[in-house]
Nanobody, 122 residues
Framework: QGKMVESGGGLVQPGGSLRLSCAASGRIYSSGVMSWFRQAPGKEREFVALIRWGVGTTYYADSVKGRFTISRNKAENTLYLQMNDLKPEDAALYSC???????????????WGQGTQVTVSS
């Protein structure tokens, strides 16, 4: 079917930046929408950002709006998440997901990567 592999996580100080990548193979990239979700220990998985793969329209959770930017390289089937001005509350396991319908709910997505850990600490 396909595969999604995230990279780019790590440890960063508050106020710092990270860029996450998600390499998609198979037909995942043509599904329609791709999103980033995150899950902190003891919390439910939450929506971060979404991009319509074809037209590039983007949507963000209020908590990251103005700080995070989702983008994609269609030629390379790669999804990105540029994260600036990181805060301790942004620390989580970040996962990319692919789906065929516009949705902010993780249950709507068929394809998932394994996740990449982001730690924000001084």
């Amino acid at each position: 079917q396909g595969k999604m592999v995230e990279s780019g996580g790590g440890l960063v100080q508050p106020g710092g930046s990270l860029r996450l990548s998600c390499a998609a193979s198979g037909r995942i990239y043509s599904s329609g929408v791709m999103s980033w979700f995150r899950q902190a220990p003891g919390k439910e998985r939450e929506f971060v950002a979404l991009i319509r793969w074809g037209v590039g329209t983007t949507y963000y959770a209020d908590s990251v709006k103005g700080r995070f930017t989702i983008s994609r390289n269609k030629a390379e089937n790669t999804l990105y998440l540029q994260m600036n001005d990181l805060k301790p509350e942004d620390a989580a396991l970040y996962s990319c997901a692919g789906g065929s319908e516009f949705s902010f709910s993780p249950s709507s997505y068929s394809y998932w990567g394994q996740g990449t850990q982001v730690t924000v600490s001084s």
